[in-house]
């Protein structure tokens, strides 16, 4: 239980100011001891970011419970390029960094690639751009 706040509180910085006008309005934004993490309802594959990319980019999704998962990068005629993943997550929301490199550990060339997502039952695909 978060104690001490009663009231309208007003927090400025600059330019930014926070208003908290009850203390339930508060114990939104504050982690509360005991309180057990919110889990996805389902499998999400996210765009990467940054994306156009160069030299590296991230790739996020969520898992609604412990999965096996593939995660493979194609070029744009269907190469296999490089697989990013191929490992057990708990679920949960997770990121994969990629580093722009081949399954030989050479620079990718400039260009439209895929990336793959396999988990459990769930296949999901989006495109992405590596620029030099």
């Known amino acids: 239980m978060i104690t001490g706040i009663s009231g309208v509180s007003i927090f400025s910085y600059g330019t930014h100011k926070i208003e908290i006008m ?3 309005d508060f ?18 594959l996210y765009q990467n970011y940054p994306n156009p990319f160069n030299p590296s ?17 194609y070029n744009i005629r269907g ?13 949960g929301h997770h990121v994969v960094r990629w580093n722009g490199m081949n399954r030989y550990g050479k620079r990718i060339s400039t260009g439209v690639y895929i990336y793959r997502i396999m988990a459990n039952n769930f296949v999901d695909v989006k495109k992405m751009v590596y620029l030099k």
């Open 22 to 24: 009850k203390l339930a």
């Open 27 to 44: 114990e939104e934004f504050v982690a509360v001891e005991n309180h057990e993490p919110i889990l996805p309802d389902n499998y999400a």
């Open 57 to 73: 980019t991230n790739i996020a999704f969520d898992l609604p419970n412990l999965s096996d998962v593939t995660i493979v990068v």
């Open 79 to 91: 190469q296999m390029v490089k697989v990013l993943t191929k490992d057990q997550f708990n679920a």
